[in-house]
């Protein structure tokens, strides 16, 4: 291999191959049923591992990650191939190697060499299991080094007699891949013809058998093969090829798949300048392109394979802030589209006819084109609820209880800023309703219930916004209890408070009703962090309980934070934005609408309702603006359960907004989520409907 090839500029890629089969290794774990194993399963994890392994030992320095992973696909093979019954202590082990490999995966992105107190413990316990089953004949050696697999005794014989890989280096390597699936042959034939020199090739139904001049070890051949196939569906040894190949090789016509082998070659000769040496002198310890090919993404979905049999991938990788770019500037598209919209405003229609409709045409490809790009940052709920099953099973076990979880609305997208910052909300919400929600069986047994408590997540689209739920099946919210505290704590509640909001006292910060602290919840800190965090996000959450059927928990949040649909407002000679999903109606006070409170304080009667005011021209101390009450327009807002009406001068309209965010331009203001420039390029401030909710209740004087 030439010394100009970089490897590190494969890293990335194998480090996010790795994250997605970890993840998937621990989910499949998760759901593995201990009294009848599935096959598939067991299979799936074993790959996982086995192709963490074999891109970690391509490169050649991420040793801890391949020892680990080595260990781990030892016992896993054993337990796949029946040879060792698989144990509830086995999956929390392999749970706990899971975290452990996650961390030397970050340590290794970041530079930095992994924990070697966490490396060695829990090594030293993946080889005391293996050495349970010593015994057995069939038990492996729990070596540090990777064991080339033994052909199993359903292969195919070769036409010619092989010869051992560590025998006569100048013949080419013959790799032979059995019960192979018809669209994976293709995507297995493009991978080898990117390693070397095909000489021949010979395809049965479900075999696929290449023989490669090439520099790449065996194992490397073996780890590229674990990508699509089971490494006891691989054979590989030194053997000549067929007569027929030099003239296969020489003749383009001849060649299989010549499109294949063209842009193979193209690519070795562009990347792996090595790969032009004499086959008669190849160098056995260099790994060369296995090492790019290795770690690269799985052709996971090789029936999208073109006719002529290139494998090119549906996805590609792309960094956010690459997304994040792209969407500043279609931002900024939208903003100059609208100054042009509000400047062709005052232009004659008859005589800019044609101008007029080009602006017009140009509004709506904006739109689409907005939301095509603002769609490519929107990721699935999976992500998220993906990681619960763990969370549920190991606190449940901690406290002694029986849970089962059910998800469902995995494929609702959410924006990747909103569903990185749902994560810590949704698992304190979890993690309390294991704690205080569902009780101890024995406890529902003895109220008629399955000792099994049930909690179930949800998410689906409700118009412009996402809802997600947690429910369980427990006792319930205790009236009596959180009556008694709040009382306690001076809080003013009565007998008589409706159980709506009473709910709401558990999000006040510092309260708590649980009889003792646990590691788990019970502190009296974190729902009130939970509902700051929600409405920072533009949200809000909902609880509902009934004693002794279970509680939930709904949260309402905007797809996106990136863009929003407001109807904008003047008061005085300032504009401002009310996000719509907010906006329930608007009217025009009549005089006897208005109730006095006090001499400051004022209500707006509305259907039986009687609703808070609040003027806008106050909260900003805003000069110019209507203070006569009857002749303001009330807008009416709902923020989470609390409705109220906002006094201001005028509506404006309803229109798609660029949200800028204020903090990092100029700074925190009290009462404004964000800002956004207008089409005629002044700044506009996004209200904070959630602040606003918090004036009524400190009675803000209008």
């Known amino acids: 291999m030439s010394a100009g090839v970089d490897l590190s500029q494969f890293f990335e890629t194998f480090f996010d191959e790795a994250d997605e089969l970890l993840a998937d290794m621990e989910q499949l774990l998760l759901g593995m049923d201990l009294d009848n194993p599935d096959t598939d399963q067991l299979n799936a994890i074993f790959r996982a591992a086995h192709s963490i392994k074999g891109g970690a030992g391509t490169f050649g320095c991420f040793g801890h990650l391949a020892e680990t992973t080595h260990l781990l696909e030892n016992l896993l093979d054993n337990i796949r191939r029946g040879e060792m019954p698989l144990r509830k202590d086995m999956i929390d082990l392999f749970l706990e ?335 309390n309703s294991i704690d205080h929600g569902i009780e101890l069986p024995e406890v529902r047994v003895a109220a008629g219930k399955s000792p099994e408590g049930n909690m179930i997540l949800s998410a689906q689209h409700h118009g412009g916004q996402i809802v997600i739920e947690v429910s369980d099946d427990g006792a319930g919210l205790s009236r009596e209890r959180i009556l008694k505290k709040a009382m306690a704590q001076g809080m003013a509640v009565t007998e008589n408070t409706p159980d709506e909001e009473l709910w709401q006292l558990i999000f006040a910060p510092g309260f708590s009703t649980a009889e003792k602290v646990t590691d788990i919840s019970g502190r009296g800190v974190g729902m009130d962090v939970v509902r700051r965090n929600i409405q920072g996000m533009g949200g809000h959450i909902q609880l509902s309980s009934r004693p002794g059927q279970g509680t939930t928990t709904r949260i309402v949040l905007p797809l996106t934070l990136a863009i929003l649909d407001g109807m904008s407002v003047k008061v005085g000679e300032e504009t401002f934005i009310l996000p719509l999903s907010h906006v329930t109606e608007s009217m025009q006070p009549s005089a006897d609408q208005i109730r006095s409170i006090s001499e400051s304080e004022h209500v707006l009667h509305v259907r039986g309702e009687y609703l808070p005011m609040v003027a806008l021209h106050n909260v900003f101390a805003v000069n110019g603006a209507e203070t006569d009450i009857t002749r303001a327009i009330a807008v009416v807002l709902q923020a989470e359960d609390v409705r109220f009406a906002l006094l201001v001068d005028h509506l404006i309209g309803q229109h798609q907004v660029v949200v800028k965010n204020l ?34 209740r400190d009675k803000t004087t209008i």
Request: proline share 8%; aromatic share 2%; charged share 20%.
């Open 97 to 431: 190697t899971k975290d452990v490999l996650t961390e030397q995966v970050a340590a290794y992105r970041n530079s930095q060499e992994p924990d070697v107190g966490a490396y060695e413990r829990i090594c030293a316990q993946l080889r005391e299991l293996a050495l349970e089953q010593q015994g057995e004949p069939a038990a492996p050696a729990p070596a540090a080094q990777p064991i080339q697999a033994p052909a199993p005794a359903a292969m195919v014989a070769p036409a010619v007699a092989a010869t051992p890989l560590a025998a006569d280096a100048n013949l080419p390597l013959r790799v032979r891949v059995i019960r192979l699936a018809a669209k994976d042959m293709e995507a297995l034939a493009a991978e080898m013809a990117l390693l070397g020199d095909v000489l021949h090739q010979e395809k049965t139904a479900d075999t696929l058998t290449i023989w490669l001049n090439t520099t790449a070890s065996a194992d490397d051949l073996e780890a590229v093969c674990g990508f699509i196939v089971n490494d006891d569906q691989v054979d590989i040894a030194r053997e000549a090829a067929p007569s027929a190949a030099a003239a296969a090789a020489a003749s383009p016509a001849a060649q299989a798949e010549p499109p294949v082998q063209a842009a193979a070659q193209a690519i070795q000769q562009a990347a792996v300048p090595a790969a032009a040496e004499s086959p008669a002198s190849p160098a056995p310890n260099a790994k060369p392109a296995a090492a790019a090919s290795a770690p690269a993404p799985r052709p996971a979905k090789p029936e999208k394979a073109s006719a002529a049999g290139s494998s090119n991938s549906s996805t590609i990788r792309v960094g956010v802030e690459k997304v994040d770019q792209i969407i500043n500037l279609v931002g900024e598209l939208v903003i100059t589209q609208a100054m042009l919209v509000q400047t062709a405003s005052t232009l004659d229609p008859v005589v800019h006819d044609r101008l007029l409709n080009g602006i017009e045409q140009l509004e709506r490809n904006a739109r689409d084109l907005q939301e095509a790009v603002m769609s490519i940052r929107m990721m699935p709920m999976d992500y998220v609820f993906s990681r619960f099953p763990r969370v549920v099973r190991e606190n449940a076990a901690k406290m002694g209880k029986q849970i089962k979880l059910t998800t469902y609305g995995q494929a609702t997208e959410l924006d990747k800023s909103l569903i990185e910052r749902i994560i810590d909300p949704l698992t304190h919400l979890v993690r």
């Open 663 to 696: 903090e990092s331009n100029y700074r925190k203001i009290p009462g404004v989520s964000a800002a956004t420039i207008l089409g005629d390029g002044s700044v506009a401030l996004i209200v904070d409907v959630f602040a606003l909710m918090r004036v009524t």
